[in-house]
């Protein structure tokens, strides 16, 4: 009953764009700002994505008619432009490698006004078609409903990858977190079930099951990882992690593990084992290069303090005190891929030198760029205002002395507000990006262009149907990841191997 | 002419129960709801199981926006459905009676709620339930309708034939019509009265809530005295900060019981629930403490759903903090619902002008009692409001070492409190540190020195003493045979007052919930 419910509401949705829309022949040129939101004022878009359909604000216009190219849409005093989606792939494939010019139209009591033009470059390149994210709200502490889902970025299709309980209930709540794909192939991809029902979802193609890491030399179950490019092996951190409010700072929150590792699981035989186990350093976020060689990750120092040895309320009440001194850098190491050993860790990018902390690393995909965050302090940027996107290229010879050398912000790409959690599209030409930049509270999925040279473009939002969607959505957007193919397992299967299977504990291996 | 006397006898009652007795529990049902026509908005409700149902309830509920028309609506709603509960059953005379038992059900029902009525569960379903059983016994009426549609000339002739002889009041009409209207009279009393039983605190709690709705700190208080030994926790959070905002925390805090027994409430899973954070949000925001409110709204975001409740303080703490682009989509949120246009207007204008937020009295209040030093929630005791004051050690102004005194004298930290009372020297504290000061006079000789003034006071507490001596073994008998004499007393308090040996604990209540004094 609920699908026809919402298939009347799309019906509803889709009549809002007024197909009889015709350009003005007379109006008057307005030296006013154009108000839009989403702000997709010359953005650089893929020629594979869904309309860019976005809201005008105009408190003296009762409607409105906007031209891309040769599309021409009309809106209502809401507003809402809802491109035709036929007429849109048509405007793009035409205007491949070139930039489309968007003409915006307002009707007020005096007649029609015209504002200046803004443009949407049309990359050659396109984005891969799926994107998976997960949907929660901001909380802290609590959760309940919360889901993985993937979006089809050349419509507004979204497909429910698992969904939780949706209400309550004793002994079933559970929460999911860090999905993860192997080489954006969604034949292998795990994610985490914690609390009731706890373990990792681990798929290969149309199957799935729950398995469990657990180990006295553990610190605790796979946290953060990645999937290496062709091998049934997954890089996780396995960390303690807490997380404490500020009364009085400009920041609200701050996430910090106590302790991290960082750990080896072979899918192929169900096995684990630590790569790092350290008790003075904490290394987290690990990832693979496009090759498979190298496994970069994020290292910061313990600082040093006095506490009693296995007293850990004490050493996190310490701790706690000094998390603006937990700075990371980026390293990596070399991978044997035949061996499955690891080679002497490499200094990537030294952000403690200048009293900046650095987080999660991704290669891209012609491992030519290392793609990361640099903020203040820690690693879970997501509540840090001054995150930014930056990158290293690899190909430039390695200095020992100045590793971070080759590393610059992407500018045009980042924002005022947090910009931190990212993930490179296959062909390398596009990056994913959780920002903050909307409002300051609610993540939201940003796509940027990157262009050959190894700069990135202006963001823009996710795009919508209603475009007004992401200013009532409640709920963020959290690990985006592009895949090339649809997941395979639907809902209703995870669901039962969640909670009708036992899990499979991993076999540590020293 | 006497089933309509019955009727509007009935109508009558249910609106004054349902507008006037359960007035205010229902206004502050549906702050802690929200409805909207946005499928975004109403995606997590409607995703649930009888999310339609819930929803409606909600919509139904937007009523008592004004407590008066949505009480008219309980009682046209609970009326029509016991008049289509005598059509459906074809009652005869004598057993007429049986149709109000349903609404009376109802009515019972939502007195042994109290709270959960809206707290840690669905507001919707309160209206919604009785709107559903209103609707299938329209249907269930129609149907009996049409099956005796043939007899229905037979009916009306023996209907006439009792309206006709109905105009002869004999004495025997007279007893049914008394019996009756006795009858009537008790499906109210019944529930009203199991209400002031079970949940004695919900009718002035939520009153404080509405007059805090209003900005009428005065009539909060005077709610607060009005209902002083019937204290509880969350009644305490409030009146404090009525007193805060009037500028008696220090001399009037003490005047009401300060218990913390059981409010028979549960939790989002059935579990026995003690409500503690049910008064934290709105504490920590008049506390100045808007991080902490921010946490634990968020949450109630996430737990409860969006409500204008938890909407409009994201509004508030966004303005205050200068997030603009928050505050925004906040109003832009609570836009959507309907007959919040008010608030709307009040705050819209404020975004973008921190000027504008200043000269607001409420924002402003809380502007001046902001924490002033960095500091993190979780190295204080919660709740926040309570455990930052305990441990507050710079006061920039006079109300943050006001406020902090009383907090340690609250929690009865004594050494915190001295500590606090060096600030107070060489001027006449008010009365309730006064009073907790002449505790330790004794034992401090030294305090007598710095405040000569309290020993005004020392004949008072020394008749105190031998009041309370005989009751220093079982404190909960003293607790209640002092309260009228010393109420707003300190020492009576610190004696008798919130202590965890007295507290009357809820059927199958955890040990872990059992806080002690905070």
Same mark, same amino acid.
């Given at each position: 009953?609920?699908?026809?419910?919402?298939?009347?509401?799309?019906?509803?949705?889709?009549?809002?764009?007024?197909?009889?829309?015709?350009?003005?022949?007379?109006?008057?040129?307005?030296?006013?700002?154009?108000?839009?939101?989403?702000?997709?004022?010359?953005?650089?878009?893929?020629?594979?994505?869904?309309?860019?359909?976005?809201?005008?604000?105009?408190?003296?216009?009762?409607?409105?008619?906007?031209?891309?190219?040769?599309?021409?849409?009309?809106?209502?005093?809401?507003?809402?432009?809802?491109?035709?989606?036929?007429?849109?792939?048509?405007?793009?494939?035409?205007?491949?490698?070139?930039?489309?010019?968007?003409?915006?139209?307002?009707?007020?009591?005096?007649?029609?006004?015209?504002?200046?033009?803004?443009?949407?470059?049309?990359?050659?390149?396109?984005?891969?078609?799926?994107?998976?994210?997960?949907?929660?709200?901001?909380?802290?502490?609590?959760?309940?409903?919360?889901?993985?889902?993937?979006?089809?970025?050349?419509?507004?299709?979204?497909?429910?990858?698992?969904?939780?309980?949706?209400?309550?209930?004793?002994?079933?709540?559970?929460?999911?977190?860090?999905?993860?794909?192997?080489?954006?192939?969604?034949?292998?991809?795990?994610?985490?079930?914690?609390?009731?029902?706890?373990?990792?979802?681990?798929?290969?193609?149309?199957?799935?099951?729950?398995?469990?890491?657990?180990?006295?030399?553990?610190?605790?179950?796979?946290?953060?990882?990645?999937?290496?490019?062709?091998?049934?092996?997954?890089?996780?951190?396995?960390?303690?992690?807490?997380?404490?409010?500020?009364?009085?700072?400009?920041?609200?929150?701050?996430?910090?593990?106590?302790?991290?590792?960082?750990?080896?699981?072979?899918?192929?035989?169900?096995?684990?084992?630590?790569?790092?186990?350290?008790?003075?350093?904490?290394?987290?976020?690990?990832?693979?290069?496009?090759?498979?060689?190298?496994?970069?990750?994020?290292?910061?120092?313990?600082?040093?303090?006095?506490?009693?040895?296995?007293?850990?309320?004490?050493?996190?009440?310490?701790?706690?005190?000094?998390?603006?001194?937990?700075?990371?850098?980026?390293?990596?190491?070399?991978?044997?891929?035949?061996?499955?050993?690891?080679?002497?860790?490499?200094?990537?990018?030294?952000?403690?030198?200048?009293?900046?902390?650095?987080?999660?690393?991704?290669?891209?995909?012609?491992?030519?760029?290392?793609?990361?965050?640099?903020?203040?302090?820690?690693?879970?940027?997501?509540?840090?205002?001054?995150?930014?996107?930056?990158?290293?290229?690899?190909?430039?010879?390695?200095?020992?002395?100045?590793?971070?050398?080759?590393?610059?912000?992407?500018?045009?790409?980042?924002?005022?507000?947090?910009?931190?959690?990212?993930?490179?599209?296959?062909?390398?030409?596009?990056?994913?990006?959780?920002?903050?930049?909307?409002?300051?509270?609610?993540?939201?999925?940003?796509?940027?262009?990157?262009?050959?040279?190894?700069?990135?473009?202006?963001?823009?939002?996710?795009?919508?149907?209603?475009?007004?969607?992401?200013?009532?959505?409640?709920?963020?957007?959290?690990?985006?990841?592009?895949?090339?193919?649809?997941?395979?397992?639907?809902?209703?299967?995870?669901?039962?191997?969640?909670?009708?299977?036992?899990?499979?504990?991993?076999?540590?291996?020293? | 002419?006497? #089933? %309509?006397?019955?009727?509007?006898?009935? $109508?009558?009652? =249910?609106? @004054?129960? &349902?507008?006037? +007795?359960?007035?205010? !529990?229902?206004?502050?049902?549906?702050?802690?709801?929200?409805?909207?026509?946005?499928?975004?908005?109403?995606?997590?409700?409607?995703?649930?199981?009888?999310?339609?149902?819930?929803?409606?309830?909600?919509?139904?509920?937007?009523?008592? #926006? %004004?407590?008066?028309?949505?009480?008219? $609506?309980?009682? =046209?709603? @609970?009326? &029509?459905?016991? +008049?289509?509960?005598? !059509?459906?059953?074809?009652?005869?005379?004598?057993?007429?009676?049986?149709?109000?038992?349903?609404?009376?059900?109802?009515?019972?029902?939502?007195?042994?709620?109290?709270?959960?009525?809206?707290?840690?569960?669905?507001?919707?379903?309160?209206?919604?339930?009785?709107?559903?059983?209103?609707?299938?016994?329209?249907? @269930?009426?129609?149907?009996?309708?049409?099956?005796?549609?043939?007899?229905?000339?037979?009916?009306?002739?023996?209907?006439?034939?009792?309206?006709?002889?109905?105009?002869?009041?004999?004495?025997?009409?007279?007893?049914?019509?008394?019996?009756?209207?006795?009858?009537?009279?008790?499906?109210?009393?019944?529930?009203?009265?199991?209400?002031?039983?079970?949940?004695?605190? @919900?009718?002035?709690?939520?009153?404080?809530?509405?007059?805090?709705?209003?900005?009428?700190?005065?009539?909060?208080?005077?709610?607060?005295?009005?209902?002083?030994?019937?204290?509880?926790?969350?009644?305490?959070?409030?009146?404090?900060?009525?007193?805060?905002?009037?500028?008696?925390?220090?001399?009037?805090?003490?005047?009401?019981?300060?218990?913390?027994?059981?409010?028979?409430?549960?939790?989002?899973?059935?579990?026995?629930?003690?409500?503690?954070?049910?008064?934290?949000?709105?504490?920590?925001?008049?506390?100045?403490?808007?991080?902490?409110?921010?946490?634990?709204?968020?949450?109630?975001?996430?737990?409860?759903?969006?409500?204008?409740?938890?909407?409009?303080?994201?509004?508030?703490?966004?303005?205050?903090?200068?997030?603009?682009?928050?505050?925004?989509?906040?109003?832009?949120?609570?836009?959507?619902?309907?007959?919040?246009?008010?608030?709307?207007?009040?705050?819209?204008?404020?975004?973008?002008?921190?000027?504008?937020?200043?000269?607001?009295?409420?924002?402003?209040?809380?502007?001046?009692?902001?924490?002033?030093?960095?500091?993190?929630?979780?190295?204080?005791?919660?709740?926040?409001?309570?455990?930052?004051?305990?441990?507050?050690?710079?006061?920039?102004?006079?109300?943050?070492?006001?406020?902090?005194?009383?907090?340690?004298?609250?929690?009865?930290?004594?050494?915190?409190?001295?500590?606090?009372?060096?600030?107070?020297?060489?001027?006449?504290?008010?009365?309730?540190?006064?009073?907790?000061?002449?505790?330790?006079?004794?034992?401090?000789?030294?305090?007598?020195?710095?405040?000569?003034?309290?020993?005004?006071?020392?004949?008072?507490?020394?008749?105190?003493?031998?009041?309370?001596?005989?009751?220093?073994?079982?404190?909960?008998?003293?607790?209640?045979?002092?309260?009228?004499?010393?109420?707003?007393?300190?020492?009576?308090?610190?004696?008798?007052?919130?202590?965890?040996?007295?507290?009357?604990?809820?059927?199958?209540?955890?040990?872990?919930?059992?806080?002690?004094?905070?």
């Amino acid at each position: 009953m609920k699908s026809y419910v919402y298939l009347i509401l799309s019906v509803i949705a889709l009549t809002g764009c007024s197909p009889s829309a015709t350009i003005p022949t007379s109006f008057t040129e307005t030296s006013d700002s154009l108000a839009i939101y989403p702000d997709y004022r010359d953005v650089t878009i893929p020629p594979n994505i869904a309309p860019l359909n976005f809201m005008v604000t105009d408190a003296a216009a009762t409607e409105y008619v906007v031209t891309v190219g040769d599309l021409v849409c009309g809106a209502g005093k809401d507003g809402k432009i809802d491109m035709d989606s036929v007429a849109w792939r048509e405007v793009l494939t035409e205007a491949k490698g070139k930039s489309l010019s968007v003409n915006v139209y307002a009707h007020r009591a005096s007649g029609w006004v015209h504002y200046s033009p803004f443009t949407f470059n049309v990359a050659e390149e396109e984005i891969d078609p799926y994107l998976s994210y997960r949907l929660i709200e901001p909380g802290y502490e609590v959760y309940l409903q919360l889901g993985i889902y993937e979006r089809n970025l050349t419509n507004f299709d979204v497909k429910t990858i698992y969904e939780n309980d949706r209400e309550v209930k004793s002994g079933e709540g559970h929460c999911i977190n860090c999905h993860q794909f192997q080489n954006y192939d969604t034949k292998r991809m795990y994610f985490h079930v914690r609390e009731n029902h706890g373990g990792t979802i681990v798929t290969q193609g149309k199957e799935a099951h729950k398995i469990i890491i657990k180990h006295d030399s553990i610190i605790a179950s796979g946290a953060y990882g990645g999937w290496h490019p062709t091998l049934p092996l997954v890089a996780f951190s396995s960390n303690k992690t807490a997380q404490f409010f500020h009364y009085h700072f400009p920041e609200k929150i701050e996430v910090y593990d106590g302790v991290s590792d960082i750990i080896l699981y072979d899918a192929e035989h169900n096995t684990v084992r630590n790569i790092f186990h350290t008790s003075d350093y904490f290394e987290t976020f690990p990832t693979w290069s496009a090759d498979g060689t190298r496994l970069f990750y994020c290292v910061a120092r313990l600082p040093k303090f006095e506490y009693e040895q296995g007293n850990y309320n004490e050493y996190e009440a310490k701790l706690v005190m000094r998390y603006d001194s937990l700075l990371y850098d980026l390293y990596s190491l070399p991978f044997d891929t035949v061996t499955y050993t690891f080679g002497e860790p490499r200094l990537e990018v030294n952000a403690s030198a200048e009293n900046r902390s650095a987080s999660v690393p991704r290669v891209s995909p012609d491992g030519r760029y290392l793609l990361y965050t640099l903020a203040r302090c820690g690693q879970f940027h997501l509540y840090h205002k001054d995150a930014d996107l930056w990158v290293k290229d690899l190909t430039k010879e390695y200095d020992s002395e100045e590793p971070s050398v080759n590393s610059y912000p992407l500018a045009a790409t980042n924002s005022p507000d947090v910009d931190s959690y990212h993930a490179w599209s296959s062909n390398g030409r596009w990056m994913v990006i959780s920002s903050r930049r909307d409002d300051g509270d609610f993540t939201r999925t940003y796509i940027a262009y990157f262009d050959k040279q190894g700069q990135g473009h202006r963001a823009f939002l996710l795009p919508q149907r209603d475009p007004e969607y992401n200013l009532l959505l409640l709920k963020s957007y959290n690990v985006p990841e592009l895949t090339k193919n649809p997941v395979q397992i639907s809902p209703e299967q995870f669901k039962h191997v969640i909670s009708h299977t036992d899990p499979d504990l991993a076999t540590y291996q020293p | 002419m006497m #089933r %309509w006397l019955f009727t509007s006898l009935f $109508f009558l009652l =249910v609106w @004054l129960w &349902a507008s006037w +007795w359960m007035g205010d !529990v229902m206004r502050i049902a549906y702050e802690r709801s929200f409805i909207a026509a946005d499928a975004t908005l109403m995606h997590w409700l409607w995703q649930k199981s009888f999310g339609w149902l819930w929803i409606l309830g909600r919509a139904l509920l937007t009523l008592y #926006r %004004w407590p008066i028309v949505g009480g008219l $609506f309980v009682a =046209v709603m @609970l009326t &029509a459905g016991s +008049w289509l509960i005598g !059509v459906c059953l074809r009652l005869p005379q004598r057993w007429r009676w049986v149709r109000y038992l349903p609404s009376v059900c109802w009515m019972l029902w939502t007195a042994k709620e109290g709270l959960n009525l809206f707290y840690m569960n669905e507001p919707g379903r309160v209206l919604g339930v009785p709107f559903l059983v209103l609707v299938v016994l329209a249907m @269930l009426a129609g149907i009996v309708g049409r099956l005796y549609q043939g007899g229905s000339a037979h009916r009306s002739g023996i209907e006439n034939k009792q309206c006709s002889t109905s105009k002869v009041f004999t004495p025997s009409m007279i007893g049914r019509v008394g019996g009756e209207s006795l009858l009537i009279f008790l499906c109210f009393s019944i529930p009203a009265f199991y209400l002031n039983y079970r949940h004695p605190y @919900l009718r002035p709690l939520t009153k404080m809530q509405v007059q805090l709705l209003n900005d009428d700190y005065e009539g909060m208080s005077r709610t607060a005295h009005e209902h002083a030994s019937i204290g509880c926790r969350q009644m305490a959070g409030y009146y404090a900060v009525a007193l805060s905002r009037t500028g008696h925390l220090a001399d009037q805090l003490f005047d009401i019981k300060l218990e913390f027994d059981s409010l028979h409430t549960y939790g989002f899973q059935g579990e026995p629930n003690e409500c503690l954070n049910y008064h934290v949000i709105d504490c920590n925001f008049f506390a100045g403490l808007i991080r902490a409110a921010r946490h634990y709204v968020v949450e109630d975001l996430t737990m409860s759903g969006p409500s204008l409740y938890n909407l409009k303080y994201m509004v508030k703490i966004s303005l205050i903090e200068g997030d603009w682009a928050l505050a925004r989509k906040y109003l832009h949120v609570v836009r959507q619902a309907p007959f919040e246009g008010d608030f709307i207007e009040k705050y819209e204008p404020m975004v973008g002008h921190f000027d504008r937020v200043q000269a607001d009295p409420e924002l402003a209040a809380v502007i001046k009692v902001l924490p002033s030093y960095h500091t993190l929630e979780q190295m204080h005791v919660k709740p926040g409001f309570l455990g930052y004051y305990v441990d507050l050690k710079e006061f920039k102004t006079r109300e943050a070492l006001e406020w902090s005194t009383v907090a340690c004298l609250y929690a009865k930290r004594m050494p915190s409190f001295l500590q606090r009372c060096r600030g107070y020297v060489g001027s006449m504290p008010p009365s309730s540190i006064a009073e907790g000061l002449l505790i330790k006079a004794y034992a401090e000789p030294s305090i007598l020195q710095a405040f000569p003034q309290l020993e005004l006071g020392i004949s008072r507490y020394e008749l105190f003493m031998q009041d309370a001596k005989p009751y220093l073994d079982d404190r909960e008998r003293g607790g209640e045979v002092l309260f009228e004499k010393y109420k707003g007393y300190y020492p009576y308090y610190y004696l008798f007052g919130n202590m965890r040996s007295t507290r009357k604990p809820n059927d199958g209540e955890q040990e872990h919930n059992k806080a002690g004094v905070n």
